[in-house]
C-alpha cells in the first residue's frame, strides 16, 4: 500500500529515548479508531507524533491533558468539504475544527481554484458564487490568488497557516474554464481543450492532488441560471480524464451524480449506472459520491446503494458520502426565507428587522403576507437554495441542535392553526431571531439510518467552507456521536468512530492518520461522550468584505489536537496553526 503523508513527515521515530513528551493525554477511554474496544490508557506525543500508549504513570510531560472519564479517539476525518477559498483567510478551519475534525477534502463537485488563467479568475468565481454560495465579494478582498496551475495552489495551501490538515482535488469546471476560457460554457472539448486537461489533471496528481472531480448534477448551476462548466461536457471527455488517473495509477473520482441515477424510468437508470461501473472497473479508479435520499420514493435511493454494491461487487471501489442527518438548509429572518422572492414579502425582507417585526403584528398586513405565501409563485431552487415551503419538513430549532424536533405542520395541526401563521406566531416568540431546518433532502431518518449503516458508508458530506448562509453541516460529525451514538443507540462509539477516522482514512490513503497508534500523526480528540453535540448555529458576519457566514460551535470537547499540537482547548481555538498539507502518493 502506498504511504500518503505530508512531505517531510517522517515516519521513522522508533527510538524514543528517555527525553521528556510534549503532551501526555492521562488516563481516557482510547477508542482507537480500528472498531476495536475501548481501552483505559495514557498517550503521550512527542514531536507531532504518538510515541506510546499505555500505563504512563510517574511520566512528565510539558503538558497534561487529563482524560479521566472522557473518550480518547483519532481527529475525525471529512472527505467532503469546498474550503478551497476559506483557507485563504480563516486559518482555523472553521466550523468543522469545532466538531473534531482535524483532515478534510476539499475541491469537491468539479469546483476548484484552480487551474485559472489570472485574466481570467471571474470564470472561477462563476463556477462557484451560485453553486456553492461562496460570496463573490469575499474571494474578491480574500484571496490573493498567486497561483494559475493547480500544483502552484497546492503549494499556496501548504505555505500557509492552517489549523487542520487538508487534501485537495483537482475540479473538473475549473480545468475547462482553464482550457476553454469562456467557451467552457457553451460547448463540448475538442481534442486540443481535452489534451490541455489531461495534462493538468497528470501534472496536478504528480503534485498531490487526491485525483479529479465533476458535477453532471442539475443542482450547480451559475448565477446567471446557466449550468457550470462541468455540465456541458460530453461523458467522453470525463471518461478520458478518469482514464487518466487509472493510467498512472493514482487518484479518486468524486462525482455530484445525474438526475438520472434516481430516475423512474428504469431504462435512463439502468443507462446511468451501467456506465459508472463500467469506467470504475475498466480504470481501477475509487469512486465516491454523496448517498443521498432524495424525496420520498424508494428510487430516491434506493439506486444509489445499487449503483455503490455493483461497482464493488464487479471488482471496482466505490464509497457511498452519507450525511448523518437532514439536508436542511437553515431558514431565518437574519439571512433568508422561502417567501423572499414574493413581491409582498420582498418589500418587507429589505426593512430593518423591527419594523419586519411591527409589519408581522399588524394584522392587515400580516394576513396579505399570510395570502401571498400560501398562494405565491415561488419559482424553481436548486441545490442548498430556499424552496416552496413544505411544512411537514420544516422544524423550528428552539431548544437544542439535536433531535426530535416538531415539524410545523405538526404544530399547525395540534392547534388547527394554519401553518403559516404558526410559523410567524414562533418566529415572533423569539423575536424573529431562531432558525428554522428546510430538510431538502434525507427526509425521512430511518433511510439516512440504513444509508449509514451501509459497509462502504462514510459519515462526511459537510460541505464546509460553501453554502455559508444556507447550511451548517460542519456539525455532522457530533449529530453522529450526540444523536446517533448517546439519544438512539444506534450504533456503538467504537463502530461511529471506527467509520469517522480509520475508514476514510484507509479508502483515501492517509495510512499516518486515522488511528491511534505508536509513531502515527497525533490527530486527537478528547471529548466527553455523555455531553457531546453541536451547539445552536449564529450568523456572524466576518468573511473578507464583511460578508455574513454561519458558525457553529460544540460541546463536550476539552482537546482536539492536530499534528500533536492542541487547536482547540475546551471549545476555544488556541491560535496555533498545526496543520498540514497531505500530498497524494506521486510527489512522496
Partial sequence: EVMWSTRGESLNQSHWGETMSELIIRGGTVIDGTGQPGQIADISVRDGVIAEIGNLSGRKADREINAEGGVVSPGFIDVHTHMDAQIAWDPLGESSCFHGVTTVVMGNCGFTLAPVR?????????????????SAAAMAAGIDWSWETYPEYLDFVERTPKGINYAGYVGHSALRTWAMGERAFE??????????MV??????IEAGAMGFTTSISVNHATSDDRPVASRIAHWDEIDALVTEMGRI??????????????????????TYISRLVDLAVRTGVPVTYGMLAAGQGDNGWKPVIELLDRINNAGGRSWGQVHTRYFGVLLSFATRLPFDALPVWDELRTRPIGEQRAALTDLATRSRLVQEANHGDYGRSIGAETRKPEWEHIYPMEHSALPPFQSIAASAKELNQDPMEVFIDIALKHDLDIFFIQAAANQ????????????YAIPTFSDSGAHVTQIM??????????????????????????????????????????????????????FDPETVGPNMPELVHDLPSGAPRLRQTATGFSATIVNGEVLVDNGEATGSTPGHLLRGPLAQ
Fill in 187 to 196: 460547448e463540448e472539448a475538442n481534442e486540443d481543450d481535452l489534451r490541455h
Fill in 249 to 270: 495509477g493514482a487518484g479518486i473520482f468524486e462525482l455530484a451524480n445525474h438526475h438520472h441515477l434516481r430516475s423512474r424510468d428504469p431504462e435512463k437508470r439502468e
Fill in 199 to 204: 495534462g493538468q489533471l497528470r501534472e496536478s
Fill in 444 to 455: 425521512d431518518q430511518d433511510v439516512v439510518l440504513e444509508l449509514m449503516r451501509h459497509p
Fill in 118 to 134: 489570472s485574466d481570467e479568475r471571474h470564470l472561477v468565481v462563476r463556477n462557484l458564487e451560485r453553486a456553492e454560495d461562496i
Fill in 473 to 526: 453541516d460542519s456539525s455532522l460529525q457530533t449529530h453522529m456521536l450526540g444523536h446517533w451514538v448517546r439519544n438512539q443507540a444506534a450504533f456503538t462509539l467504537e463502530e461511529a468512530i471506527h467509520r469517522m477516522t480509520q475508514v476514510p482514512a484507509k479508502a483515501w490513503g492517509f495510512n499516518n492518520r486515522g488511528v491511534l497508534a505508536e509513531g502515527k500523526a497525533a490527530d486527537i480528540n478528547v
